[in-house]
């Protein structure tokens, strides 16, 4: 299996708390990606990262924010969740742009 | 903004046939195409990726051709198993950064 493990794997949280989700890689990739997926939306790009301290957003950037202080660490915080951010998180890395090799497992978030 | 259709979005066949999955994209000005399976509760796994420049990518039991001109992207399955049940996805690539993925074609191959 890859080396790539998010924590938690669930979570239940309350609305307007903050929530900070993690990816850890020991493939020493580049390129870092949160998604999450919605039925009805299928996944969708929150922010990704190109290198130590180079994020940017993507499609559903509203509401979070992200961190990557080491290769290895990609960090998503939700600075005050909302029950619209209930969905299933997924990072994913690659060594380029354009593609993904790699998915984790995902982690199922409530806010109730 | 680039969309991505799978369809049909559920299959049932019978173990041993050959099947086709179909993706289509509006914006044809992309640069890679991935195919990928989900098993229920799980992450995404990458079955092919076709760069621009390619017609077709093959693994095994699995082909996956793109026809960009067409926006559409085919995935043929050979002599199915019920170990190829899953959920197949496809995205596409248009700014170097970005995938677009379909909403994905449930499969359940049956004994």
């Known amino acids: 299996d890859a080396g790539i493990t998010q924590s938690p794997r669930h979570k239940v949280t309350e609305t307007g708390t903050p929530v900070t989700l993690r990816c850890h890689q020991t493939?020493?990739?580049?390129?870092m990606y949160w998604y999450r997926q919605d039925p009805g939306h299928g996944l969708r790009l929150i922010h990704y990262?190109?290198?130590?301290?180079?994020?940017d957003k993507g499609e559903v950037s509203d509401g979070y924010s992200v961190s990557r202080s080491k290769t290895e660490d990609f960090l998503l915080t939700l600075e005050s969740a909302t029950s619209s951010q209930t969905s299933v998180y997924f990072c994913a890395i690659s060594e380029s742009q354009g593609w993904v090799a790699f998915f984790g497992q995902g982690t199922r978030l409530t806010v109730v | 903004k680039q969309e991505v259709t799978q369809i049909p979005a559920a299959l049932s066949v019978p173990e041993g046939e050959n099947l086709v999955l179909n993706c289509s994209f509006t914006?044809?000005?992309?640069?890679?195409l991935q195919w990928f399976r989900q098993d229920p509760g799980k992450g995404l796994t990458s079955l092919l990726l076709?760069?621009?420049?390619?017609r077709e990518q093959t693994s095994g039991r699995l082909n996956a051709s793109l026809d960009k001109s067409s926006g559409r992207s085919t995935l043929y399955i050979a002599a199915s198993q019920p170990g190829d049940s899953a959920t197949y996805l496809c995205a596409v690539d248009n700014a170097g950064n970005m995938l677009t993925f379909g909403g994905g074609t449930r499969l359940m191959v049956k004994p």
């Open positions: 076709i760069q621009s420049s390619q």
């Open positions: 914006d044809s000005a992309i640069y890679n």
């Open positions: 990262s190109y290198g130590v301290k180079d994020t």
């Open positions: 493939e020493n990739h580049r390129y």
